[in-house]
């Protein structure tokens, strides 16, 4: 079993930056960790992930404006978001990848204002 928590959300302006952190504990080897996102009468959608290794995935969306990182020592995911927008305004979900199946945090809502 694996438990993710996320912090890091809140309310900022339009070309305003968040920072979301998120810790995973667990007996597991962690393999690919990331952030998925979901709006209001959206479907989640990924926005990005990161593997063990270090390769990145980005949704086209946020591609030059988000960064998602790691520390694998620590078991933590990070996810630097500049140049933000309304349209960004959503729950951010962490998930990770271990044993064969995919756990997800609560999520910590983002809402950005114009």
């Known amino acids: 079993q694996v438990q993710l928590v996320e912090s890091g959300g809140g309310l900022v302006q339009a070309g305003g930056s968040l920072r979301l952190s998120c810790a995973a504990s667990g007996s597991f080897r962690i393999n690919a960790m990331g952030w998925y996102r979901q709006a209001p009468g959206k479907q989640r959608e990924l926005v990005a992930t990161?593997?063990?290794?270090?390769?990145?995935v980005y949704a086209d969306s946020v591609k030059g404006r988000f960064t998602i990182s790691r520390d694998n020592a620590k078991n933590l995911v990070y996810l630097q978001m500049n140049s933000l927008k309304p349209e960004d305004t959503a729950v951010y979900l962490c998930?990770?990848?271990?044993?064969?199946?995919?756990?997800w945090g609560q999520g910590t809502q983002v809402t950005v204002s114009s």
């Open positions: 990161i593997t063990s290794i270090g390769g990145r």
């Open positions: 998930y990770c990848n271990a044993a064969k199946s995919n756990y």
